[in-house]
């Protein structure tokens, strides 16, 4: 494989840190260039493990900073671009929008232009470059409980201010393959879970919940239904796709494993409490229901049918056994927990469920 200089966006965040860990360890040829803001959801300690190898570089930066980025690109001679950098909490989105069209969407336009002015300086042009941006299921909209699922061909259809603007970049970035001819590829992924999520998405807010006998802020009635994916699992697909994906196709990413809120919160509780060694059942009560989600979509499934077929990727590990050494990760990392959770985010959580 011949030598590459990639730049990942967000590889400070959840997804982003585990696909700059298997980039590192699995390309030692490559440079990977880990270009984080450092948010409240980007935090370094998530890549301790990697910092110190010769492939891996930081770099902090805002997305937005057109500038900063187009010397990057030139100064690292970047080939390759895998973009996770956003703002990626609906319930955030819904207090805030504007900061989500500006991340998300004005962030990924500066990053597409920049690539773009670079790339076509070069006497190759685009040969051998790729812009690949990571999207979200949420795009499609929402279903109704029956058995259909999303689909490459489902027409977006985005109801929160997150889903709107994920949708916004998504067309950006097929508009500059389709006007510019950049070689681009989206991935629209499902729900992802596993360790070092931040713990305003639901499973690690249940999980350290649960331990600390706090209540389990259960949305509307419970029913809602979202399809989860190991994070790693998601990493190794955009592993595949960034090399053997086509140029200006979409790939859908899920596993197959849709769970309904409810019932997915009362495996958590049988989980915590078995490896804690708490009766069984002592944790049901902790379970409160409070006002809904605004725009709140009832159903995510993806049909990733296509990348199963035509590059061979499928998920290597079972709902029982990812949640398994998800709850585990988050009970014996109470310390990464504390630091995430203290300061600004602990002001942000009393703010959020005051009142509901
Ligand atoms: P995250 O919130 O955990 O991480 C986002 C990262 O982006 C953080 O490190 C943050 O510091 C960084 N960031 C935010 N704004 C930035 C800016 N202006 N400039 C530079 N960096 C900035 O998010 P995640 O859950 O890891 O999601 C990563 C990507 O995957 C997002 O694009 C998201 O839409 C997409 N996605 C997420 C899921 C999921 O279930 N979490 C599913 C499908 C798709
Ligand atoms: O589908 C992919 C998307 O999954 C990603 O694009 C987003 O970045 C990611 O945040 C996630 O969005 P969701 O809104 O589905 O995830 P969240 O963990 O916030 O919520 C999952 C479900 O649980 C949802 O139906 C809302 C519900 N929920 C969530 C929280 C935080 C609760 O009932 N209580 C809660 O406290």
């Known amino acids: 494989m011949a030598k590459r200089n990639i730049v990942i966006t967000g590889g400070a965040g959840f997804i982003g840190s585990h696909l700059v860990r298997l980039f590192v360890n699995k390309y030692p040829e490559y440079n990977i260039i880990n270009l984080d803001k450092l948010t409240y959801a980007g935090n370094l300690a998530n890549l301790k493990d990697v910092e110190a190898k010769p492939n891996y570089k930081f770099v902090k930066m805002d997305i937005c900073d057109f500038e900063a980025f187009y010397d990057l690109m030139q100064r690292e001679k970047i080939d390759g671009i895998i973009h996770l950098a956003a703002e990626s909490h609906v319930d955030r989105s819904i207090k805030d929008p504007f900061t989500f069209a500006r991340t998300n ?75 510019y001819g950049m070689p681009t590829i989206v991935t629209n992924c499902s729900n992802n879970y596993g360790p070092y999520q931040f713990p305003e998405k639901l499973i690690p807010l249940f999980i350290n919940n649960i331990r600390h006998r706090k209540p389990l802020p259960v949305y509307g009635k419970g029913e809602n239904v979202r399809d989860w994916l190991y994070v790693e699992d998601h990493a190794r697909a955009i592993d595949l796709i960034f090399h053997e994906g086509k140029v200006a196709e979409t790939y859908n990413i899920g596993g197959f494993n849709e769970w309904k809120n409810i019932d997915l919160i009362k495996v958590m509780i049988k989980t915590v409490d078995r490896i804690l060694g708490n009766p069984e059942g002592c944790s049901l009560d902790l379970i409160t229901y409070v006002t809904d989600r605004l725009g709140h979509d009832a159903r995510y499934a993806i049909d990733s049918t296509k990348l199963q077929k035509e590059l061979g990727w499928e998920p290597s590990l079972q709902f029982e056994e990812g949640i398994e050494k998800t709850v585990r990760w988050y009970l014996d990392n109470q310390e990464w927990m504390d630091n995430v959770t203290s300061g600004d985010y602990q002001r942000y959580y009393d703010d959020m469920y005051k009142g509901r």
Do not use: C
């Open 105 to 179: 969407v004005m962030g990924t336009l500066s990053l597409l232009q920049a690539a773009k002015l670079y790339w076509e300086s070069l006497p190759e042009g685009y040969e051998g470059k790729r812009f690949y941006h990571i999207s979200t299921d949420e795009v499609y909209g929402s279903l109704a409980f029956n058995d259909e699922l999303f689909t490459e061909q489902t027409p977006y259809n985005p109801h929160s201010p997150y889903s709107a603007a994920k949708a916004s970049s998504d067309h950006f970035v097929r508009a500059y393959h389709d006007t």
